[in-house]
């Protein structure tokens, strides 16, 4: 099909889509390498300096995509502005290191421990006895009964750090994801985290290091403190070996003992009280600033489904410049994720230039401030901007490694819901195949913004580009060399025809769920069926 002149898209408006034409009528609109190399390259330009929250160079790119939305007749998606702004309370850690005393023993923060700053409390000094919980896993339905018998009330506990090995993928991340929500409903104040071996030989202790130099940041409700999934655990920390075996010194089991077990397929060590006491204590130097959520809407075209919306999402914030960094400071994030918001407005392109809407609104978001925590896309999710209508289904664009023809996706999400069927028949139609999560201990379900709508209880959909043929071994070399580094940037050898392919992969999968005849549903034997809220009624699977 012939692409519609940009000047004819700039003309385009909601008047001129009022008229919803049948389905059948409208053919597929077509999507070029170059309209989506186009978006990846200004984002991830040096002028922008990284994108990170809060930024000059954020708002630069926040601006060229509600640009985008206006350009093509969409209605501003925050009131009658583009921009939700998000409020947030950023936190640095204070100019003394924190401390980790362990019966007696001062560990200091980036040697053997790791403490983080905090946007809750300024100066803090947390102390009590510990109780190891296993994997700090509450979910007795899935087979996880870590806190049995355990009396953690006003205590801290300490846990293994992910989920036993041979747990699905996806229940996993989610689990993993809730910890100190359960550690807080059975009375816990603080959690202490101690990697396996399997979690150190994928993130070696000096990377954990180097990561945790960065600020912590909440979004600040409307009651002015910084929001907190569990309020009640005042504070954290991560041990290294060293930190680890004093806080297990004297007990009935070794902390080796305990990480064999766990290196087992199945593994779940039982719980215990530990005899050292432990006092955390840390300063933070705490500010506020404010960042937008993009967003815009397409109307539905038809009046029955018009008040329920289909959010197409990307996160537009990266990581932005580090001055102590020799050569290259910023971090331009061309794949993490110039990529995505490059999807997004390609969809939104071409839902525009079909000139016919679909049955049911979509909302399209460009949110702030993943990188600092899912942060932009739980306030959208908390905060909702649809008025009486409500969010029925999610697709999440987030970091299509794009540097090779991919022959298979990843659909994070879709075997959990009625969304399936709908990927299903998207990835068939370019010749895509789809294949099981290659990276399970990576977590990635939890660790993009969709999950924020699923723990909202709003199916969702998360792509990958897969691992197949040559894909694994690209895909593997970026998370190695390239993911959150300077060097995620347009030099890197991208295959645009392939990052067409996903934005219309996407497309296809927005489209339909906009146009069905029911909205989409958890399955009812899902564990995401059974764990999560959402007024929709679960549906049963087809077999």
Do not use: C
């Not at 053919?27 to 930024?55: C, I, N, Y």
């Not at 093509?72 to 204070?94: E, H, T």
């Not at 071409?350 to 399209?364: E, N």
């Amino acid at each position: 099909m012939r692409l519609i002149p940009a000047a004819a898209l700039a003309a385009l408006s909601l008047a001129s889509l009022g008229q919803a034409q049948p389905q059948s009528q409208a053919a597929e609109p077509a999507f070029t390498p170059e309209g989506f190399r186009a978006h990846v390259e200004f984002l991830s330009h040096d002028l922008l300096e990284g994108r990170d929250t809060g930024t000059r160079g954020y708002d630069i790119a926040a601006r060229y995509v509600a640009t985008r939305f206006q350009s093509l007749g969409l209605k501003p998606g925050a009131g009658d502005s583009w921009y939700q702004q998000v409020p947030f309370a950023l936190a640095n850690l204070g100019s003394e290191a924190p401390r980790v005393t362990i019966g007696g023993r001062t560990f200091t923060h980036g040697q053997e421990v790791l403490v983080g700053p905090t946007a809750l409390e300024a100066n803090q000094s947390v102390e009590g006895p510990v109780v190891f919980v296993g994997y700090g896993l509450d979910s007795p339905a899935n087979g996880f009964n870590d806190y049995r018998g355990l009396d953690v009330r006003g205590k801290i506990v300490a846990t293994l750090s992910g989920v036993p090995m041979g747990t699905p993928s996806e229940m996993g991340a989610h689990l993993n994801a809730e910890k100190g929500r359960m550690a807080e409903k059975n009375g816990a104040i603080g959690t202490i985290t101690i990697p396996t071996r399997a979690d150190h030989e994928r993130r070696p202790w000096a990377r954990r290091v180097e990561l945790s130099k960065g600020p912590s940041m909440n979004w600040i409700g409307q009651d002015g403190r910084a929001f907190s999934r569990a309020p009640g655990i005042r504070t954290g920390a991560t041990l290294d070996t060293a930190a680890a075996e004093a806080l297990f010194a004297g007990s009935r089991r070794s902390l080796s003992a305990i990480l064999d077990e766990a290196a087992l397929e199945g593994g779940k060590p039982k719980g215990f009280t530990l005899k050292p006491t432990v006092k955390i204590e840390r300063q933070s130097e705490i500010s506020r600033i404010s960042s937008p959520n993009v967003l815009a809407v397409m109307p539905g075209s038809d009046p029955q489904l018009a008040n329920e919306y289909v959010v197409l999402m990307a996160h537009l914030d990266h990581e932005g410049v580090d001055p102590d960094l020799q050569g290259d400071k910023i971090y331009n994030g061309a794949m993490d994720n110039a990529t995505g918001t490059a999807t997004l407005l390609e969809v939104a392109r071409a839902m525009a230039a079909s000139g016919t809407r679909p049955k049911r609104s979509i909302l399209f978001a460009a949110v702030t401030a993943e990188e600092d925590g899912l942060l932009g896309s739980e306030y959208l999710a908390r905060h909702p901007v649809v008025g009486n209508g409500k969010v029925v289904g999610v697709v999440n664009l987030d970091m299509p490694v794009l540097l090779y023809d991919f022959q298979d996706v990843i659909a994070f999400g879709a075997d959990h819901s009625t969304l399936g069927p709908i990927v299903a028949r998207a990835v068939g139609q370019a010749n895509v195949k789809l294949s099981p999560d290659p990276l399970p201990q990576e977590n990635l379900f939890t660790r993009s913004d969709h999950y924020r709508f699923v723990q909202a209880g709003v199916p969702s959909v998360f792509l990958m580009t897969g691992f197949g043929a040559e894909g694994g071994a690209k895909f593997r070399d970026f998370l190695a060399t390239h993911y959150h580094k300077p060097s995620d940037q347009t030099d890197l050898p991208f295959d645009w025809n392939a990052a067409a392919k996903f934005a219309r992969i996407n497309y296809l999968i927005a489209n339909e769920i906009a146009n069905a005849p029911e909205a989409p549903r958890w399955y009812a034997d899902s564990f995401f069926g059974q764990a999560v809220g959402g007024s929709q009624p679960r549906a049963t699977r087809a077999r």
